[in-house]
């Protein structure tokens, strides 16, 4: 079964609103086992929308619009959508009745505009829209079928898990397309994406059921496996394999299963071992307790974050000895060292993080250019440093070391 | 002058990746006065890429990709381009060379699949892209141009700005089309949208050219003013009297004009005044910080940022009296300034800012449930404490209090 999105309205061509809805159904419709090859974003134009939903309807079997279903002028789906089928348009006298009660409860009567909003085309059926006025609309002719969703993320979000979900999963069955879609992700930290690719090369080419997709993020890349197959069961049975040699070749270069956050697969292992956490930063300015404190609860495990932007501040917080930054300059392996030591115990914790860098654009010396950055993690029993070269932007270069740094935690957790 | 935004990507259509790139390129273009009717979203198929994109050329003067322009199998877009051009692919030295280097500084061969990012149609023009391994392309072909942007939005964004922007636009005028378009911005913080919009509700209804939009950010509002002449000069005679008459009713809730964000604006006025700066965070958990240090040379202020995320770290490290935690809890006015002036102290600074509240889910009391914070901003002169009721999410929450903390010092800071 193959679908399309075509989403609805002016704001999305200007980009004043960002097309969530796409998003969001696509996903839907993949736990819903439905392919989605094509989404499209056409404005509040007739011409344009009826050619853009024709080109869908002739090429998919199932169509969903979203938006333009409101009260003014310039909302024309219903209308397109019935006439480019060739339907004549039908006043809903129930729902009618809805919303003129729903406008004596708010003590106005209802403006005429909103009389089309109980207009569905011949043969479609209502979807109950309890959060606004535009009802969805479901309609099935011939071999193929359309939905009509209302375009405020906060209707249509519950309408289609409500309503629209069962009848596709029904139009599904009823073309007795039993192909089930699994997918499975898994996260990779500390290699970048060509790497991944070089040690997965084989499987990559091999491909067929499951397919092999890799995703590059900051320092990360998430490798999605998809396997299609007559029940979820057997899906399943063709994911495991695969997922286990890609496992088995990229080891603990996997942080996880799924979609979690490299801060919250470490917080889960902080809270397993019972330990608590300081960092002492100096380039990362802050981002990485910031990412350490996005995470509900991480109050359990980090105890303090000094940045220290100044050699008095990491002497004064963190004991860094003045004599060592002379020496070795601010940027080195001992003074990173010296901050992850002083963070420990200034907090008073297990494991202590130390980061001090140039993160640019101005800094950096011949030796240690824009993009140094030494990054130390100490506990009682290991102290661990080492120094890097990220390229980027200040902010990119803030990123690559505050995930680096969670990822020598991490690394650090599952060896002790 | 007509474009099209094709986003190409499977993660865009299974919904695993919300399709950010549109919007983003969507409201570019509008400032460049080019209009876009269409935008489409295809996986990474070569078949089906090939149809979208000879659909938008026969159909429209620029069209714009982004994404499958990475280093592995699945990334088409270049090679598909070419091809529905009927344009070989020619090796660009200089940008082999670059990634070459680019992989040598982080002490690593290229991998042999990164070379394909060196490849650009005949005729076409690489786009610099010091973010990512692969560089944008313009291409323009008798009255036609096409652009190639990489998909990771942190790589586009800036890429589109700095080169694709200048393109289009000397494209547009090639075209002989005269109409300058000219926008200007004016951020506003501390006052919502709809209040925004009430100050300025008859300058919105009378608008015409310039035309107003208003854009909504968190505990900010961008407002747009865009006016269409023969030239730009006349254009920005059109704007200015209805921005001196905006900015006359908003007065300092205007923050800046352009892009610049709070924390750069801040930090200009840090510099002009010589002052310097340390925070004391608890529940923004180092976002402050964070965001003060994106500021290249934010080191010339910010001394100090402490994150306490314990009684114990308040006490030691901001000397906040135990006592007063117990008195008053920890989300209250008085640990708010003691967290402030401990801050000052401790980074031996000019000012001094204190943040405690509860960012959720957890934690809150029924007379500070979560969202509640404090923000204190003390200087030798002055002391300035402040509660709010944020709500939203844990992000949210500290993302409104790292603003109104932003916010807060600028008054200060615009009043001294």
Same mark, same amino acid.
């Given at each position: 079964?193959?679908?399309?999105?075509?989403?609805? +309205?002016?704001? #999305?061509?200007?980009? *004043?609103?960002?097309?969530?809805?796409?998003?969001?159904?696509?996903?839907?419709?993949?736990?819903?086992?439905?392919?989605?090859?094509?989404?499209?974003?056409?404005?509040? !134009?007739?011409?344009?929308?009826?050619?853009?939903?024709?080109?869908?309807?002739?090429?998919?079997?199932?169509?969903?619009?979203?938006?333009?279903?409101?009260?003014?002028?310039?909302?024309?789906?219903? /209308?397109?959508?019935? *006439?480019?089928?060739?339907?004549?348009?039908?006043?809903?006298?129930?729902?009618?009745?809805?919303?003129? $009660?729903?406008?004596?409860?708010? +003590?106005?009567?209802?403006?005429?505009?909103?009389?089309?909003?109980?207009? &569905?085309?011949?043969?479609?059926?209502?979807?109950?829209?309890?959060?606004?006025?535009?009802?969805?609309?479901?309609?099935?002719?011939?071999?193929?079928?359309?939905?009509?969703?209302?375009?405020? @993320?906060?209707?249509?979000?519950?309408?289609?898990?409500?309503?629209?979900?069962?009848?596709?999963?029904?139009?599904?069955?009823?073309? /007795?397309?039993?192909?089930?879609? &699994?997918?499975?992700?898994?996260?990779?930290?500390?290699?970048?994406?060509?790497?991944? /690719?070089?040690?997965?090369?084989? %499987?990559?080419?091999?491909?067929?059921?499951?397919?092999?997709?890799?995703?590059?993020?900051?320092?990360?890349?998430?490798?999605?496996?998809?396997?299609?197959?007559?029940?979820?069961?057997?899906?399943?049975?063709?994911?495991?394999?695969?997922?286990?040699? =890609?496992?088995?070749? %990229?080891?603990?270069? =996997?942080?996880?299963?799924?979609?979690?956050?490299?801060?919250?697969?470490?917080? *889960? #292992?902080?809270? !397993?071992?019972?330990?608590?956490?300081?960092?002492?930063?100096?380039?990362?300015?802050?981002?990485?307790?910031?990412?350490?404190?996005?995470?509900?609860?991480?109050? $359990?495990?980090?105890?303090?974050?000094?940045?220290?932007?100044?050699?008095?501040?990491?002497? !004064?917080?963190?004991?860094?000895?003045?004599?060592?930054?002379?020496?070795?300059?601010?940027?080195?392996?001992?003074?990173?060292?010296?901050?992850?030591?002083?963070?420990?115990?200034?907090?008073?914790?297990?494991?202590?993080?130390?980061?001090?860098?140039?993160?640019?654009? *101005? +800094?950096?010396?011949? /030796?240690? @250019?824009?993009?140094?950055?030494?990054?130390?993690?100490?506990?009682?029993?290991?102290?661990?440093?080492?120094?890097?070269?990220?390229?980027?932007?200040?902010?990119?270069?803030?990123?690559?070391?505050?995930?680096?740094?969670?990822?020598?935690?991490?690394?650090?957790?599952?060896?002790?």
């Amino acid at each position: 079964l193959q679908a399309e999105i075509i989403a609805v +309205g002016t704001e #999305l061509l200007l980009g *004043d609103t960002v097309n969530t809805n796409a998003s969001f159904i696509a996903r839907e419709l993949a736990l819903l086992g439905v392919n989605v090859y094509h989404q499209a974003v056409v404005g509040d !134009n007739r011409e344009r929308l009826r050619q853009e939903f024709l080109r869908s309807w002739n090429r998919s079997s199932l169509i969903i619009l979203c938006g333009g279903l409101g009260p003014t002028e310039d909302d024309l789906t219903r /209308e397109v959508v019935a *006439d480019a089928l060739g339907l004549p348009l039908e006043e809903n006298a129930s729902w009618l009745k809805h919303l003129q $009660d729903l406008f004596q409860r708010m +003590g106005r009567n209802m403006p005429p505009s909103n009389r089309k909003q109980a207009l &569905c085309p011949q043969g479609g059926e209502l979807l109950f829209n309890k959060r606004g006025t535009a009802p969805g609309i479901y309609l099935q002719k011939g071999e193929k079928a359309v939905i009509l969703l209302p375009g405020p @993320p906060q209707e249509l979000e519950p309408l289609f898990k409500e309503q629209a979900a069962e009848r596709i999963a029904e139009f599904a069955r009823s073309r /007795e397309e039993k192909q089930v879609i &699994c997918s499975m992700i898994l996260k990779v930290v500390g290699m970048g994406e060509s790497a991944v /690719e070089e040690k997965i090369a084989d %499987l990559i080419a091999a491909q067929e059921n499951p397919t092999i997709a890799t995703l590059a993020g900051v320092m990360e890349v998430k490798i999605r496996l998809t396997a299609s197959a007559p029940s979820r069961e057997k899906a399943e049975k063709l994911l495991a394999p695969v997922a286990t040699e =890609i496992k088995t070749r %990229l080891g603990s270069y =996997i942080y996880t299963e799924g979609e979690r956050l490299l801060e919250a697969v470490v917080g *889960d #292992l902080m809270r !397993n071992k019972g330990w608590t956490l300081s960092v002492g930063e100096s380039c990362s300015g802050g981002l990485l307790s910031h990412r350490l404190t996005n995470v509900p609860g991480s109050s $359990d495990y980090l105890r303090l974050g000094v940045v220290a932007y100044t050699p008095e501040a990491k002497k !004064n917080l963190l004991g860094v000895d003045p004599g060592q930054i002379s020496l070795h300059g601010v940027v080195s392996r001992p003074v990173a060292l010296a901050m992850a030591r002083g963070a420990m115990k200034a907090g008073g914790s297990d494991i202590g993080i130390g980061i001090t860098g140039f993160a640019g654009p *101005d +800094g950096g010396t011949e /030796e240690n @250019p824009v993009g140094t950055v030494y990054i130390a993690v100490v506990s009682r029993e290991v102290e661990y440093a080492r120094r890097f070269n990220f390229w980027g932007e200040r902010e990119r270069i803030k990123e690559r070391a505050a995930v680096t740094a969670l990822n020598m935690l991490r690394r650090i957790l599952l060896q002790s």
